[in-house]
Nanobody, 126 residues
Framework: QVQLVESGGGSVQSGGSLRLSCAAS????????MGWFRQAPGEEREGVAV???????YYADSVKGRFTISRDNAVNMLYLHMSSLKPEDTGLYYC????????????????????WGQGTQVTVSS
């Protein structure tokens, strides 16, 4: 059973930055695609950024140019650096792993991912 543990969430003002981290318990995670998703109250979970085993990356249009996803396979970590944060970025952010090296299309679809963390809260105030 793969465990994913997110950290780094918090409360920031609009225009601020945060870096989210996700620690994976299984070192074979480096062979799989991974991603960040978020969910605001009353909304569906949406894909934010995904990265495959070859570091091919896709971003949601709403975060392009502001968020950067990266992974460090040596320490089984996934990161999301978020800058120029906006109130609409508020939500519970989840780390997820998909059951293959690359993506099923479309890449930001939550149902293409099978392991999930518990989430870390990001709140952006105006």
């Amino acid at each position: 059973q793969v465990q994913l543990v997110e950290s780094g969430g918090g409360s920031v003002q609009s225009g601020g930055s945060l870096r989210l981290s996700c620690a994976a318990s299984d070192p074979t995670t480096k062979y799989y695609c991974m991603g960040w998703f978020r969910q605001a109250p009353g909304e569906e979970r949406e894909g934010v950024a995904v990265i495959n085993a070859n570091n091919v990356i896709y971003y949601a249009d709403s975060v392009k140019g502001r968020f950067t996803i990266s992974r460090d396979n040596a320490v089984n970590m996934l990161y999301l650096h978020m800058s120029s944060l906006k109130p609409e970025d508020t939500g519970l952010y989840y780390c997820a792993r998909c059951p293959r090296a690359s993506f099923h299309w479309p890449p930001l679809l939550a149902r293409n991912f099978d392991y999930w963390g518990q989430g870390t809260q990001v709140t952006v105030s105006s």
